[in-house]
Nanobody, 128 residues
Framework: QVQLVESGGGLAQAGGSLRVSCAAS????????MGWFRQAPGKEREFVAA????????FFADSVKGRFTISRDNAKNTVYLQMNSLKVEDTAVYYC?????????????????????WGQGTQVTVSS
């Protein structure tokens, strides 16, 4: 069992930056592959990024590639999503997710149902 709590969302202007964090408690954080997803009003939850247990492998959705980075600090039980060059279309609730298995292909890790644990989400709003 692991509990996930996101923080760091808020309001940013287009072109600006935000960093959201996800703190985990419970089982050994280093045993979890971590992902970030987002959901905008009226839309399905979509994959943003994923990071392997060691942090050596990362995947990104095409829509955020080159603008967002994902990282983790296993000593602090925290995963981060640094969002740069924000666009209005990045506005959504951002969720972190965890699964106690090694990283698989991006096609697999981009599916919400691959993850066993979810945080409550944090709102990110980008204004023009």
């Amino acid at each position: 069992q692991v509990q996930l709590v996101e923080s760091g969302g808020g309001l940013a202007q287009a072109g600006g930056s935000l960093r959201v964090s996800c703190a985990a408690s419970g089982r050994a954080f280093g045993s979890f592959t971590m992902g970030w997803f987002r959901q905008a009003p009226g839309k399905e939850r979509e994959f943003v990024a994923a990071i392997s247990r060691s942090g050596a492998i990362t995947f990104f959705a095409d829509s955020v590639k080159g603008r967002f980075t994902i990282s983790r600090d296993n000593a602090k039980n925290t995963v981060y999503l640094q969002m740069n060059s924000l666009k209005v279309e990045d506005t959504a609730v951002y969720y972190c997710a965890a699964v106690p298995r090694p990283m698989l292909t991006q096609g697999v890790m981009s599916r919400p149902n691959e993850y066993d644990y979810w945080g409550q989400g944090t709102q990110v709003t980008v204004s023009s």
